[in-house]
């Protein structure tokens, strides 16, 4: 079979890391709203929710919308995440563990948003040799990885880049990379290219796994893009 070589790679791939982290966006199925207000919040901060059966939750104080979260957002992080008040040990509810403590954290920092970032850019940085692929698409899976350029005699560019990291992703991007199993490329639309931490430039790139090496792909294709 002819992408029987690849199934090295997809393995590396997959027990790299076998959970993903919680995305600090609300919406979404590894979201703010799914993984920690479901299930340490909602079942007394709901607007479906009155009386009684709010367990003493002001009415005002709901998180299974975007807007009250956003609006309660700091508050919940302060008595759930800095004073760890939330929720209430007579509750029986569960506190938040230190993975939802940090994306909240995370999710606080970057703004409240909504929705994840789908502009999300691959890049080259010339200082480290490091090209950074966010989203990289391989049949139904997304796999966030990262490479190193070497040298490569032989090579129509002299240069591939070796594998140095991976781990699932649940992001989106509209400039994500993909995979195809029956050639070994990887087809990455854009990547900026890094100066300084600055980026001058954009390229697109095809880069092809090396039958036989040990998660090697080569520079086949590049074109700088206006």
Aim: glycine residues 6%.
């Amino acid at each position: 079979m002819k992408h029987v070589h690849f199934f090295p790679l997809l393995l590396c791939l997959l027990t790299t890391n076998s959970a993903f982290a919680i995305d600090a966006v609300y919406e979404g199925d590894n979201g703010i709203r799914a993984t920690v207000f479901e299930s340490n919040c909602l079942a007394c901060h709901s607007s479906e929710l009155s009386g009684s059966s709010r367990n003493g939750a002001p009415s005002n104080v709901n998180f299974d919308s975007y807007d009250s979260a956003q609006d309660k957002g700091d508050r919940a992080i302060a008595r759930a995440v800095n004073q760890m008040s939330m929720p209430p040990v007579f509750s029986g509810i569960p506190s938040l563990t230190q993975e939802q403590k940090d994306a909240m954290l995370a999710w606080q920092e970057a703004g409240f948003p909504q929705f994840a970032d789908t502009e999300i850019n691959a890049t080259f940085d010339f200082s480290t040799l490091i090209l950074d692929l966010p989203v990289v698409i391989v049949g139904n899976d997304k796999f966030s990885v990262t490479l190193n350029l070497f040298e490569l005699p032989g090579s129509a560019f002299g240069f591939g880049f070796a594998l140095q990291g991976a781990a699932p992703t649940s992001a989106d991007s509209d400039k994500a990379a993909t995979f195809a199993f029956d050639t070994g490329i990887v087809d990455i639309p854009e990547v900026e290219l890094l100066n300084s931490g600055l980026a001058n430039n954009k390229v697109s790139l095809q880069i092809q796994l090396i039958p036989g090496s040990s998660l090697q792909f080569d520079l086949i294709t590049l074109q700088f893009m206006d």
